[in-house]
Every structure is written in C-alpha cells, then in structure tokens.
T-cell receptor, first 116, second 116 residues
C-alpha cells in the first residue's frame, strides 16, 4: 500500500527566513504525482505545488520549491522569504498515475508557524 | 472563476439524526471527490464521481454513508443515524479528469460536522 509520512508535526520559522518541510512516501510504482497543499485556519485546502514523477526537474512556484529525490522517495518543500501569511498546516499528498479513483493519499500534516 | 463551494459551513446535529452535506464543484470539472478530515484519522478519501457515477464506493466508512451526484454537477453526501465518531470536517474537491494525467484537485472550504 502507498503511504505518505511527514515526520515534523510542528515547525516554526522567523519571518523572511527559509524553512524546509519534509515528506517521504512509499510506492512500488514509477508513475505518480506529488503535491503540497496548504490549509490555513480558514480550512480551505490550497494547492502550493505539484510534481510529476517522470519530471527530473524540481517544481518551483515563486517562493516555494521542492527537492524531489525519486530514488530516496523524498519530496521536501522549501519556503523562502517566509511570510506571516504562510502560517498554516501543510500536507504532502501522493496519487498513483494508474489510479482509477483519483484518490489522494495524504500525510499527517506539518503545522508551520511564521513568527514576526 | 468561482471555486468549489460547500454548504453548510458548519453543522451541529444530535446523535441519530440524518445530515446532508452539499458540494458545488468548479464549473466544467468532470470529477468530484469527497474526503473526511478528523483528528484521529487525518485525511481520508471517501468517494469519487466521474460524471454522475461513482465506480468505487469502498472508501465510505459504513452503510450509513451515501453520496450522489446529479447533472454532472452538484453532489450530496448523506450520513444517516449520525454517530459521534462522524464528527469531522468533510471536504469536497473537483478536477477536470483526464485518463492520461492525474489532474490537480481543487478543494472547497469544507463542512465542519459536530455530532452531539
């Protein structure tokens, strides 16, 4: 069975600094997709970044970038120049490329606090 | 355009009552998903609709849970004879499903259900 593990339940960072959130996953498949979602206190789950496993280049979106290590099954999220609005719970998620149901498998989440 | 909307935002009910949760997906999205988010279980996949059909209902926690989708648009998740363990946030997501690519799922703000 596929699993996603986020080993850091809580993290904090000073405003304007850089923080990295960890995620590892387990799968025997070679075709899959990985996501980071952000969930602020408003509950709205917002897509941060998406990575296709077949792409070697790490995805980036403005201040957000990933370090995708396929062999190590690692997918960490780096947030540069942290802002107060980045305070939220962050979820790493996996979906099989062969999934017929579109089922996202989520990690347990990391609560990030950005301090002024 | 408008995002995924869900209603009600919050629902408090008494044990044993039935509840209906509604989801309006993004216009044009063919796929719709329900997830449940609880403290003990994290984020769990419940069911997926492609158009009006749900090919796999095995994610529903018990036979008290049912879901339908009409007109390829609005979906309703119904919980009969609610129990306290049903208390959770119910999230809906939608995507434009493509057989070749796992499209990104966009989430609504969720319905927080509290069963007293």
């Amino acid at each position: 069975a596929q699993t996603v593990t986020q080993s850091q339940p809580e993290m904090s960072v000073q405003e304007a600094e850089t923080v990295t959130l960890s995620c590892t996953y387990d799968t025997s498949e070679s075709n899959y997709y990985l996501f980071w979602y952000k969930q602020p206190p408003s509950r709205q789950m917002i897509l941060v970044i998406r990575q296709e496993a077949y792409k070697q280049q790490n995805a980036t979106e403005n201040r957000f970038s990933v370090n995708f290590q396929k062999a190590a099954k690692s997918f960490s999220l780096k947030i540069s120049d942290s802002q107060l609005g980045d305070t939220a719970m962050y979820f790493c998620a996996f979906i099989s490329g062969s999934s017929n149901t579109g089922k996202l498998i989520f990690g347990q989440g990391t609560t990030l606090q950005v301090k002024p | 355009g408008a995002g995924v909307s869900q209603s009600p935002s919050n629902k408090v009910t008494e044990k044993g009552k039935d509840v209906e949760l509604r989801c309006d997906p993004i216009s044009g999205h063919t796929a719709l998903y329900w997830y449940r988010q609880s403290l003990g279980q994290g984020l769990e996949f419940l069911i997926y609709f492609q158009g009006n059909s749900a090919p796999d209902k095995s994610g529903l926690p018990s036979d008290r849970f049912s879901a339908e989708r009409t007109g390829g648009s609005v979906s309703t998740l119904t919980i009969q004879r609610t129990q306290q363990e049903d208390s959770a946030v119910y999230l809906c997501a939608s995507s434009f499903r493509d057989r070749e690519v796992q499209e990104t799922q966009y989430f609504g703000p969720g319905t927080r259900l509290l069963v007293l």
